[in-house]
């Protein structure tokens, strides 16, 4: 089963929980998240599907709520 993001893209289930991990890691990478393959498994991919658009929209607003600080880092 596949799920279609907000974007058109179209996901398979190893690829979206590969994904889903690493915005969990971007967002706080002071605490690595592992996330189970078993239990992973048993979420259906409309689930999946949500989590990582949520995911996803918190991961940009984290640029856009440090945009300032990323522009001073280019006048260095």
Same mark, same amino acid.
Not at 33 to 53: F, P, Q
């Given at each position: 089963?596949?799920?279609?993001?907000?974007?058109?893209?179209?996901?398979?289930?190893?690829? =979206?929980?590969?994904? =889903?991990?690493?915005?969990?890691?971007?967002?706080?990478?002071?605490?690595?998240?592992? /996330?189970?393959?078993?239990?992973?498994?048993?979420?259906?991919?409309?689930?999946?599907?949500?989590?990582?658009?949520?995911?996803?929209?918190?991961?940009?607003?984290? =640029?856009?709520?440090?945009?300032?600080? /990323?522009?001073? /880092?280019?006048?260095?």
């Amino acid at each position: 089963m596949q799920y279609i993001d907000s974007n058109g893209v179209v996901w398979e289930r190893e690829e =979206i929980l590969e994904e =889903i991990e690493s915005l969990l890691n971007r967002i706080d990478d002071k605490h690595p998240s592992i /996330l189970s393959k078993e239990m992973m498994r048993e979420v259906d991919m409309k689930t999946l599907g949500s989590i990582y658009e949520g995911l996803f929209q918190k991961s940009g607003k984290e =640029i856009i709520n440090n945009q300032e600080w /990323l522009f001073g /880092l280019v006048d260095n």
